[in-house]
């Protein structure tokens, strides 16, 4: 399995390498200081994911995925080949709470985006709750990353040119309440996660979250 995950990496990276010019050194660097923990990453379109897994390595990054992805052969081989966490999202969310905090333990960073949908133009769409839960239920804490170029990925491939690809990191943090936070808190603490990955973004794809980036924070434990 590790051969082919290597095999696989190599090939990804080189394939990405080939499309994209990719700035990603401070991301790696802020990575391997950092205890495996969640990535809470923008969500633009599917390239995100090989980038950062072939561009993390030799650190072992994983991700969620709906459970019906596993139906194409293609995305089954390299789900499988980085550990992927499948959700079902008709079952108990708590199955995925329990596999994330598992992978984490196993040594795996596990990139999750808030958005849970696409931007496509690279905007910063309203998130999702789940990161939340997610990182209080598993007591693990979050690392933001942003990236950006990518949007323009079909347009450059059309003209022949390689895209300007930039992934960037923030401060790790840990969701500080006490309890389990009703709506209003919820939404608060959400956008205090959101603004954190805003930050990293030039301020014209910072989108719903604009008014969060570099807003003092009353929810998040910063660890660096």
């Not at 599917?46 to 990054?61: A, N, Q, R, T, W």
């Not at 596999?99 to 990139?111: E, L, N, P, S």
Request: charged share 25%; glycine share 8%.
């Amino acid at each position: 399995m590790e051969l082919r995950r290597v095999a696989v990496n190599l090939f990804l990276k080189g394939v990405m390498s080939a499309i994209c010019k990719v700035e990603y050194r401070e991301f790696f660097e802020t990575l391997s200081k950092n205890k495996p923990l969640i990535l809470a990453i923008n969500h633009v379109n599917f390239l995100e994911v090989p980038m950062l897994v072939s561009h993390g390595y030799p650190l072992y990054l994983t991700g969620l995925a709906k459970a019906e992805t596993w139906k194409n052969p293609f995305f089954a081989f390299l789900f499988n080949t980085y550990k992927a966490i499948p959700i079902d999202r008709e079952g108990s969310f708590q199955k995925a709470f329990d596999k994330v905090r598992q992978a984490i333990d196993r040594g795996f960073y596990v990139i999750i985006a808030p958005e849970g949908t696409r931007s496509k133009d690279g905007v910063l769409r309203q998130g999702k709750a789940g990161i939340i839960h997610m990182a209080m239920e598993s007591d693990a804490p979050v690392l933001p990353v942003a990236h950006y170029g990518g949007e323009n990925i079909w347009k450059n491939i059309k003209r022949f040119r390689r895209t300007d690809f930039c992934i960037k990191a923030g401060r790790p943090f840990k969701i500080k309440f006490d309890g389990r936070p009703g709506r209003t808190a919820r939404e608060a603490i959400l956008d205090e996660v959101m603004g954190q990955m805003a930050s990293l973004l030039p301020a014209d794809k910072r989108g719903a979250y604009a008014h969060m980036a570099g807003r003092e924070c009353r929810y998040l434990e910063f660890l660096q």
